[in-house]
Every structure is written in structure tokens, then in C-alpha cells.
């Protein structure tokens, strides 16, 4: 007997978003989270009065135009909204060759500063930089659904056909082969290669050209906005939306086996026993964990195991969460930095660090005086195994130690202003994310034509649905919400609606 229609493994941003569309057409949903509150990598912690991100807080999809704008959309789509706050500079980068500069949400800004350090590029940058317009435009005329459905494919290539045309050009197309196109100076090319790897943790040829046209064009459009309260506030309120909607969200609901019948989903079973039945299985775990860990070994379709060699694991973060005297910051400080000493560190265990300042947009996020400081940067659960605990402790210690004498550089005086320090390593991702080895997610193992081989929600196991980062178009939150909007128009159609 099915209790539900849909069943929701997961309550991350793709999950939320694909349980509110489906329960506003009133179809009966339940989330099952496994930890103690929604988000996943967009939730939160609280120590000593700080309140720290886990891991997102430069936040797309926040515009209130266009059709891009996906979060303004799912919280709308349940009555909801959260006050943000606009951030007028998405990065400040600081990296080699003292290359120094800001890109300003004001587009002409951004490529007047950039058009300062390459004078020869002038025409390179702009063409290179309209071509990403090109796609967001295309993106930002549509309603954003499933791929997977021909209907909706039929009218929205009616309604859109040039915009659909110039969508299917760019599907295939990797950042890097556009970027070649129009700029030669190796140093700009590297900063392309930055300007995708701080969002896709891979360099501009393995980037494709479908997110980089969001990305690189949204921050001048719709803009990067802080929510108030911080980023949990976005699962919150979706799961307040959800509830009101009729949806149902249980926490510390561990799903340890989804319960396959010949090669259909049928439901899924709870790390208590408990076992739930539903007409469709939705997945916001990574796809390791769904096919590796959810279902049997042998019922793996062929299709993933392809996938698996498409693509393979990112690495996971080294994250410091810092509580430091306001005295650390100068005035007129941006939110979001990129320290790079080297080129050749690009994609080096421990080599990009990636640092976050929410206080400075929201200062309730600290006690008076103080603000927060999120520094990661990339480290694979290799480097953390095999460790007794207090080996564990003492490369923790070392290596955060290595990280703040680094940030120095960008905040003179840190150490000396430390009030709290967290450290969490690619364990931690693992333990609180339920991720693989707390990876950020999936990227290309090898040179794949841009989002082409990225799969949709459907799976190849009848009634059993993924949604979240490792599917289309991949990581980020603006990114899963697009996953979820889709996943919820598939099965809405498969059930009828
Ligand atoms: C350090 C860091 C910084 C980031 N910075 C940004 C940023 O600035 N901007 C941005 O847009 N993105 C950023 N991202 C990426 C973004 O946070 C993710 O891409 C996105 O949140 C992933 O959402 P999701 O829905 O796919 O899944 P997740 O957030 O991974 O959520 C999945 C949920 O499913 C639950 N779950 C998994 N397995 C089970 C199970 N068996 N039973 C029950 N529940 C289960 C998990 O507990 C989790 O709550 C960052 C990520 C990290 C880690």
C-alpha cells in the first residue's frame, strides 16, 4: 500500500525545491532528512552567539526578474520570501602576479578593472564575456523545467525557438574553447580558469559553457544576495511553505536501503526499520551514495556505472569557521576573496582558498564587535584517513595554522584576533553533509563536452528519481533548485498533473 505519492530522500536544496512544486499540486509528499534540521550543504551551526554557514553563502538566484531567478520562484511557488541583502562585489581576488581586482556587480565596473590590467584584451574580454551573455540570455527567456519532457520541450521551442537554438549550440561547449577563442595573454586565460574554478572546482576547459553563462552574466544581473538571517533561512522557510502546503518532513530519518521490486522503486527503508511506500522515489543524495550505498550492489544500472567513469568525485573542503575581532577588518571590506599564490597551486590539495565574510552584509550573524570569517579550501578525504585520533587532531591544528598565516596576507593581524576557531575537514563534510567523502560533487574525470553527458531525474530504475548537484546542470544552489524544479515537473507529469 503506498502512503504516499512521493517520497523525498534528502532536504537539501534540491530536495526542498522538487517537495514544494510537487506538494503545491497537491500531491502527497514526504522528506525523510537524516539530520537534525533541512539544507544540507546550505545549512547552519551555532557556537558561543555565532551563526555559521556550513558551506554556501554567495547565493544566486535571488533576482526578482527574468526566469533565472529560481529561489525567488520556489519560495514564491509556497507563498514564501526572505529578505536579502544585494552584495555589490561577487569576489575580490587575489592572485598571482599581483593581479588584484574586484568583480563589481556592476558589469562595466568589473570590465573596466579588468580592461586595466589587459589593455590588449579589451576586445577579447568583451567578446568573451557576451558570449556568456548570450547563453544566460537564452536561459533567462524560458520557463526553466524538464528537459526530460516533450511537451514541454515542444512549446517552449515555439514559444523560444532562437533562444532554444542558442542553447543546443552551447550544450556541447566547454569554457575554455570559448575563452581561447577571444583572448591569448596566458595570464588572462588563467583568470578565466579561476573565474570558473571558484564555482565548478575545475579549470575553464573541463567548465561547461551552460553554467558559465549563468554564472559569469547573473552576478550583474539578478545579482549575488546575502539572505538575512543567513543562508539556512532559504531551507527554513521552504520547509515552512512545504508544511503549509500539506507536505510532510521528518529529521533523523536515516533512509538505508531503497526497497526495489524487479527493477521498480517501490519505497524505502529507515536505519530504525521503519519502511515507507510511495509511487515515486526521489533521490537528493549524491549518486555514489544512491547507487553505491541506497540500492544493491547488483541492481547498480549500467548507465551509472557509466556515469561513474564519466565522472568522478571533487575533493572535499578544509574549512575554518572564524569568530574574529572586528579590528581584523579594514573599512569597505568585501564579503566573498579568492587567495592564489601560485598559478600552479590552482587545483593542489590545499592550494585555492575561498573565504567568506557574512557579517559584513548581516552583522546579527556574530555578537557586537565580532564578525565571521569562512575560510576553505579544497582537501580530498585521502589526505584525513588512516589516522589515530590525536594524528587527526594534530593535522587539523597544522593545517589551519597553515591556512590563517596565508589569509594574513589578505586580513593583517587575524591570528592575533582569533575569539573562536572550528575546524572541519572532508570527515566532517562526510559525517554532517552525508556526502561521499564530502565531496563538493561530481566533475569531469577527462574532457566531456560540456553539460551533455550531465544526467536528468530520471533514473534507469522505474519510479526512482535523483535531484540535487549530481545531476543537470550541477552544483550550486541556484544550480539544485533548477534540478528540483525539473524533477518535480517529470513526475508531476508521470503521475498525471
Ligand atoms: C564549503 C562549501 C561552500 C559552498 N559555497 C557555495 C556558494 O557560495 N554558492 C552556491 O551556490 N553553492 C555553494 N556550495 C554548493 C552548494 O551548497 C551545493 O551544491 C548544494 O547545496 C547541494 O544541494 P543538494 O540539494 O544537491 O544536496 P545537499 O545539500 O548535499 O543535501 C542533501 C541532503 O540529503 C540528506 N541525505 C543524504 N543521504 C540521506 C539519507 N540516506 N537519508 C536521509 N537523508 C539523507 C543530507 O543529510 C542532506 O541534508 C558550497 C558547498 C560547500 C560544501
Given at each position: ?31 525523510l532528512e537524516s539530520y537534525v534540521i533541512p539544507g544540507g550543504s546550505a545549512g547552519f551551526f551555532?557556537?558561543?552567539g555565532y551563526h555559521f554557514d556550513v558551506g554556501a553563502s554567495m547565493i544566486f538566484g535571488f ?207 529507515l536505519a530504525d526499520g521503519k519502511e515507507y511506500f510511495a509511487h515515486r522515489i526521489v533521490s ?214
Amino acid at each position: 500500500m503506498s502512503q504516499y505519492d512521493v517520497i523525498v530522500i534528502g532536504s537539501g536544496i534540491g530536495g526542498l525545491v522538487t517537495a514544494t512544486q510537487l506538494a503545491v499540486k497537491g500531491i502527497k509528499v514526504l522528506v525523510l532528512e537524516s539530520y537534525v534540521i533541512p539544507g544540507g550543504s546550505a545549512g547552519f551551526f551555532e557556537r558561543e552567539g555565532y551563526h555559521f554557514d556550513v558551506g554556501a553563502s554567495m547565493i544566486f538566484g535571488f533576482g526578482d526578474k527574468g526566469t533565472t531567478n529560481l529561489l525567488t520562484r520556489a519560495l514564491a511557488a509556497v507563498n514564501q520570501k526572505i529578505e536579502t541583502i544585494p552584495d555589490p562585489v561577487q569576489i575580490h581576488y587575489h592572485l598571482p602576479n599581483n593581479l588584484n581586482l574586484k568583480v563589481h556587480r556592476d558589469y562595466d565596473k568589473f570590465l573596466q578593472e579588468l580592461y586595466a590590467y589587459f589593455p590588449e584584451e579589451k576586445k577579447g574580454i568583451k567578446g568573451f564575456y557576451d558570449e556568456c551573455w548570450q547563453v544566460f540570455n537564452c536561459l533567462n527567456s524560458m520557463d526553466l523545467l524538464s528537459l526530460e519532457e516533450i511537451r514541454y520541450l515542444t512549446r517552449v521551442f515555439f514559444q523560444h525557438p532562437l533562444s532554444c537554438l542558442g542553447l543546443l549550440k552551447y550544450l556541447p561547449v566547454n569554457v575554455g574553447d570559448v575563452a581561447r577563442k577571444h583572448i591569448k595573454n596566458p595570464d588572462l586565460l588563467k583568470f578565466i580558469d579561476m573565474e570558473c574554478y571558484c564555482w565548478s572546482v575545475v579549470p575553464a576547459d573541463l567548465t561547461p559553457m551552460i553554467n558559465a553563462g549563468m554564472v559569469f552574466s547573473d552576478r550583474h544581473y539578478g545579482g549575488i544576495n546575502y539572505p538575512k538571517g543567513g543562508v539556512s533561512k532559504i531551507a527554513e522557510t521552504l520547509v515552512e511553505g512545504f508544511i503549509k502546503a500539506g507536505g510532510e518532513i521528518q529529521y533523523q530519518a536515516r533512509v538505508t536501503e531503497i526497497l526495489v521490486q524487479g527493477n521498480q522503486a517501490k519505497g524505502v527503508k529507515l536505519a530504525d526499520g521503519k519502511e515507507y511506500f510511495a509511487h515515486r522515489i526521489v533521490s537528493n543524495a549524491t549518486r555514489w551514495d544512491t547507487f553505491d550505498k541506497l540500492i544493491d550492489k547488483h541492481k547498480t544500472p549500467r548507465k551509472e556505472v557509466k556515469w561513474q567513469k564519466n565522472y568522478r568525485q571533487s575533493p572535499s573542503f578544509l574549512s575554518l569557521h572564524l569568530g574574529v575581532e572586528a579590528k581584523v577588518l579594514s573599512d569597505n571590506f568585501e564579503c566573498h576573496h579568492i587567495l592564489l599564490e601560485n598559478w600552479n597551486n590552482l587545483e593542489a590539495e590545499q592550494g585555492t582558498i575561498f573565504v567568506s565574510i557574512p557579517t559584513l552584509l548581516d552583522p546579527s550573524l556574530a555578537p557586537e564587535g565580532y564578525h565571521i570569517i569562512h575560510g576553505f579550501t579544497p582537501s580530498s578525504m585521502e589526505y584525513w584517513e588512516n589516522l589515530s585520533p590525536s594524528q587527526y587532531e594534530y593535522k587539523k591544528e597544522e593545517a589551519a595554522g597553515r591556512l590563517i598565516e596565508r589569509l594574513e596576507a589578505i586580513f593583517p593581524g587575524l591570528d592575533a584576533g582569533l575569539d573562536y576557531m572550528e575546524i572541519g575537514t572532508p570527515r566532517t563534510h562526510r559525517r554532517f553533509l552525508n556526502r561521499v567523502n564530502g565531496s563538493y560533487g561530481p566533475i569531469p574525470a577527462r574532457k566531456l563536452n560540456g553539460l551533455l553527458s550531465m544526467p536528468f531525474n530520471r533514473t534507469a530504475i522505474k519510479n526512482l528519481y535523483c535531484v540535487g548537484d549530481s545531476t543537470f546542470p550541477g552544483q550550486g544552489l541556484n544550480a539544485v533548485a533548477f534540478s528540483g524544479f525539473s524533477c518535480a515537473h517529470r513526475i508531476a507529469v508521470d503521475l498525471g498533473y
